[in-house]
């Protein structure tokens, strides 16, 4: 029996068709009648299995049962001779499969169109192709010749609607068009394989050949390196069945064709960090007014406010002064950098820093949280420009005991900018002007309460830095001492503002983000001069550091409690601790909740660590690059940092680099020794020494 189009509307305004059970006994639909029904986009058939009203359940093949409303199903076969309807079922369908084959479907729809174009119902439309009372076999292989070919028919859900001359047009351009995108997919692939086996050496002297053709490739995986752009190419060089990650793929196929941009960093790129900022961060950086001053800050004038910095910072996010009092005391200034005036919360600028909220330092680049309008320039503690400042202002005695502290918002002017050698020379010259006499004070200042920490356990333990800088492929090096008087000057002041900060969020029960860090588990004692091996030792026994809500010690600091303001313009960390307590001296709401800032700490421990990652991988790469570039013949003093069995390693004093050391004889863990180079390889973080 063939329904002859089942539909609900009508039959449900008809009052001598019944609905529901009726309905389904009247037409047959009953347990065990095999039937076929549009499901998932395709004809399928199966059994019926239960009686659900209006729905019934239908089991296929596969035993899978489907829920089925009336007119899903386009034709009745009867009840199924046997119990075991699979042999039925198969053969049904090879017969309906072989009516499918027979049917000219181009044909039928142009028959279709000039005789019926506006019919739905498969019975009709298939008494137009076979004639008066169609079996139900034919029905369903119409039906399925009718779905296999989706450029001359749909399906509407009402039933199989022939498309208009106009819609194949449609579709033939756009069926074109895809299978001319596949065929250059499959020619892209096809020298995309035969770039990642040119040798990139040869590609250095002659760049691979791109045809025009590829032009586009290339430029999609130059957008996806420099702006993290998404693009088909992505897909192809991930699945290009290389070694390499799409990125470091991307980057060797632009080496080789000689396309990297001149400026590019591809530390960044393998990275994917991108330098740059949008043209709407940007926009947001240029649209912001230079600081005016302000009657709700307080204004700190007539005296000597000096930043102290690498010669090559330009991110100047603190600052220090120093009064003398009547009654012998010293009122210390430790005026911070306060962008908070300039960014608000949930801003383009905002948003920004917490995509990088950490500014990432590179021998090649340096990647700025903030765009250099606002990092560089608004906001930046510059000398001779006035700007808000968030000041800890300290009380100490002439044995640098607190006598008295405040946090206020201030606006301030730095008279002086000093690099860290210029206040090394000031400090040497005891004292001969204001300037070198307020740094030899609050050096010794600075000697006490770093005194007073280490008598609560604090540990110091000093690296020296070498200093990278890359520019025009030249590389320039340079010792970065941490241990000098100027250094820990800087250093302890700034550990004092972030332990008051610290102690005025707990006092006040204003929600932050505290800096804590375990006692090591062992003793352990501080290494001012350094050593290698004593180095190595002591961090092992340090518990890592890590920020938390809840307010806990600091035990390699010696203190109590512990936050972080004082690098507002290269942490956002440091910046929202600032909003936390600029609202609260206010008399503002919290700009953050607890559940907020736990997201905020989050995003910052991940992003740190994998700065520091990148950091030591740049700076080990350029050490090695500059390492290859010396004379062969050349010595370098070293000592032999770690031995075990076979292995032993040494670190070269003048670099801080460590290597393979190739001896037969194993030395002793520290023994001083004289090395020459093996062999260097920067790419593979390798290098080799071996006895001089």
Not at 354 to 365: E, K
Request: aromatic share 6%.
């Amino acid at each position: 029996m063939v329904l002859q189009g089942i539909d609900l509307s009508y039959m449900r305004r008809s009052r001598r068709v019944p609905r529901g059970r009726q309905y389904i006994r009247d037409m047959g639909y009953a347990v065990n009648h095999i039937v076929d029904y549009i499901g998932n986009g395709e004809l399928c058939l199966g059994v019926v299995v239960k009686d659900q009203g209006e729905r019934i359940q239908v089991q296929g093949p596969t035993k899978q049962v489907a829920k089925v409303s009336l007119k899903q199903v386009v034709a009745d076969y009867g009840r199924c001779p046997t119990n075991n309807p699979l042999p039925t079922l198969t053969a049904l369908q090879n017969e309906i499969t072989a009516l499918q084959a027979e049917i000219d479907v181009a044909f039928f729809w142009e028959t279709l169109v000039e005789s019926a174009p506006e019919s739905r119902l498969l019975s009709v439309q298939a008494e137009e192709y076979f004639g008066s009372s169609p079996r139900a076999q034919q029905c369903s292989a119409l039906g399925r010749a009718m779905m296999a070919d989706s450029l001359h028919f749909r399906y509407d859900g009402a039933g199989f609607a022939p498309n208009s001359p106009e819609e194949i047009a449609r579709l033939e351009e756009l069926r074109r068009q895809r299978a001319e995108k596949a065929a250059l997919r499959e020619r892209t692939r096809q020298w995309l394989a035969q770039a990642i086996g040119a040798e990139e050496g040869a590609c250095l002297r002659n760049p691979l050949p791109v045809p025009e053709e590829m032009e586009g490739f290339l430029s999609q995986c130059t957008d996806y390196l420099l702006r993290g752009l998404n693009a088909p190419a992505v897909n192809l060089l991930a699945t290009a069945g290389s070694r390499l990650s799409p990125r470091e793929l991307a980057l060797s196929l632009l080496r080789k064709t000689h396309r990297m941009p001149k400026d590019a960093d591809e530390f960044l790129l393998a990275n994917g960090i991108h330098a740059g900022f949008s043209q709407d961060v940007l926009a947001a950086a240029e649209a912001l007014s230079p600081y005016v001053d302000s009657p709700q800050r307080e204004t700190l004038q007539g005296m000597d406010i000096f930043s102290i910095d690498d010669q090559w910072t330009r991110e100047i996010d603190d600052a220090l002064s120093l009064q003398r009092l009547p009654n012998g005391h010293f009122l210390v200034g430790i005026h911070l950098a306060n962008p908070s005036s300039f960014v608000k919360k949930g801003d383009l600028l905002d948003q920004a820093a917490v995509d990088r909220p950490l500014s990432l330092y590179l021998p090649t680049t340096t990647v700025t949280m903030f765009p250099e309008r606002l990092g560089c320039q608004l906001a930046s503690l510059n000398q001779g420009e006035l700007r808000p400042a968030f000041s800890v202002m300290v009380t100490l005695d002439d044995q640098g005991e607190i006598q008295d502290w405040r946090i206020v918002p201030t606006q301030i002017t730095i008279t002086h900018r000093l690099t860290y050698i210029q206040a090394d020379a000031l400090l040497a010259q005891n004292g001969s002007d204001s300037l070198s006499q307020a740094l030899a004070d609050l050096r010794r200042l600075a000697q006490c309460r770093q005194r007073f920490r280490e008598e609560c356990g604090a540990i110091q333990l000093n690296r020296p830095e070498l200093k990278l800088h890359v520019e025009n492929g030249e590389i320039t090096a340079e010792w970065d001492d941490q241990n000098t008087p100027s250094h820990e000057l800087v250093s302890e002041f700034m550990v004092l503002a972030n332990h008051l900060a610290a102690r005025y969020a707990l006092r006040n029960d204003v929600p932050i983000l505290y800096r804590c860090q375990e006692l090591p588990a062992e003793d352990a004692h501080s290494v001012r001069v350094y050593d290698p091996v004593d180095f190595d030792q002591q961090v092992r026994k340090m518990k890592r550091t890590r920020l938390s809500t809840y307010p806990e010690g600091h035990g390699g600091l010696g203190l109590d409690l512990y936050t972080q303001i004082s690098s507002p313009l290269r942490r956002y960390a440091d910046m929202v601790i600032q909003r936390q307590l600029c609202a609260h001296l206010a008399g503002e709401p919290l700009p953050y909740t607890q559940t907020e800032l736990f997201g905020v700490l989050d995003n910052v421990d991940r992003t740190a660590s994998g700065n520091r990652a990148l950091e030591r991988e740049a700076r080990a790469f350029w050490t090695l690059e500059l390492l290859r570039r010396q004379d062969a013949s050349k010595t370098y003093p070293a000592t032999v940092v770690r031995v075990e069995g076979r292995l032993v390693l040494a670190e070269l004093s003048e670099y801080l680099a460590r290597g393979v050391l190739m001896v037969r004889d194993a030395p002793s863990l520290g023994q001083r020794v004289t090395v020459r180079i093996q062999e260097v390889k920067p790419k593979m973080n390798r290098l080799v020494l071996e006895p001089a």
